[in-house]
């Protein structure tokens, strides 16, 4: 059996697994300012309980960064308030991290075969964000690896289909259920966890990691008059002489290819139909924005959370066919 934490962030469900869950504190709490006299008088002043990047640790000195999973995930500012809202203390290998949700709702029990390998379609961040996903009362819930955040993905094979519940936990030690206690308010029929880093562990100067930033391409930089169009030309960018660069609607309108070639992915008989010039029917297009987990439609829910990931892959892709542009443009201006 797998213990999972369920919580929710822009006002859905995810799941996290329970033993990398280190605490839970309330963001009020967190957030605010101790009262005067409220702490011992000292020689230095503490630091402050939090930042705009950064949370200090309870019972202890350490900052560690905070991420706002609402805004990242949801997009929008969360309904429910403020003072509700819940820290989840996090820890992945040797990093703690702080993560910001709307609330946190209950620990549950599953068996191993209920969570799933995520699909391929979903490549990238999303992919190592959300390597998992679990079927629970008939819904489909996200398994979040807190390491995916910082670029950290789970190591296992995409040709073993069975979980190893040592690869889902990370080796972390699972604590006693008896040191659970109640931090969040009675009303939440929830155990919520205590903080089980013990002082010394609490005390190590672990390394502090930033955020990763990818870099992101517009297609206004086309248009731009500082643009140098020899800057971005590479040459191990294939020549395709007979190949034209084709908008989705003209593709599907003249049947003709989007790309000259195209690798193999997992919807095949598409990738087929586009070579040999066939216009594709409607349920097979719809299909490549779904995905079969054991004959469950994962529903658009999530690809409305995933909807950052789909534009940055879709730029990317763009990036691509901009050099194929520049290259043709610069063969051109050598021919003339």
Known sequence: MNELLLFHAGNRQFGVALPLVRSIQGAKSLFEEPADGEHEPSDAEPPPRCSHSYVRMPESEFPVPIYDLSAILGGSLPSESSENRKVMFVVVQDHHIALKVDRVERVISVEKDRIELNSPVFAGNALTWFPRVLKHDDNLILLLNPGGILGIKEEYSEDDADLKEDDLFQHQEMPDEEAFSSQVSDDEDIRSVENFADKEESEQDFPQTEPT?????????????????????????PEYPDAEILSLSEALQTGETVYPEIPEEPAASLVSDLAEKKLPDPKTLENLLTHIVKQEIVSDMILHILTPHLEEAVEQEIGIVKKIWLNKMKKKRNEK
């Open 213 to 237: 930033e990818e870099a992101s391409f517009s297609v206004a930089d086309i248009q731009a008059d500082e643009f140098q169009p020899e800057d971005m030309i590479s040459e191990d960018i």
